[in-house]
């Protein structure tokens, strides 16, 4: 493995019970970006977590290729089911944010808002 490989590494990514070794390619980068610069453009999050459901599913196919008709069908289930995860971890994994940075900014999203009246 050479030296840029080993600073990428592999990305051993777990939710529940579920664990894939992940090896990022540089078009993975590009592709995150893009559907997040396309979400931002169209103002719809939903097109976000469909694009890295999209996304991680080639990822994981490409380290899985004898992945079945049946399993490929379930992770796209288990995706559709872990989205929200799935997108949190992204932003950690392509070092968008920081595991500190989104705890933060999940903190202030389900604190009560102080109301000035």
Known sequence: MGKYK???GIWKHTIGDITHELTPEEDDNYK????KDEAQKK????????????LYFNMVLRAYPSLDELDQKELKN????NINKIVEDFLVAFRWTTA???AKVKKNLNSPKETTE
Not at 43 to 54: A, F, M
Not at 78 to 81: F, L, Q
């Open 43 to 54: 103002n719809d999050g939903s097109l976000l977590h469909r694009r890295v459901g999209e």
């Open 32 to 35: 995150f970006l893009m559907a």
């Open 100 to 102: 500190e940075d989104l």
């Open 78 to 81: 288990w995706i559709g089911v």
């Open 6 to 8: 080993e600073s990428i």
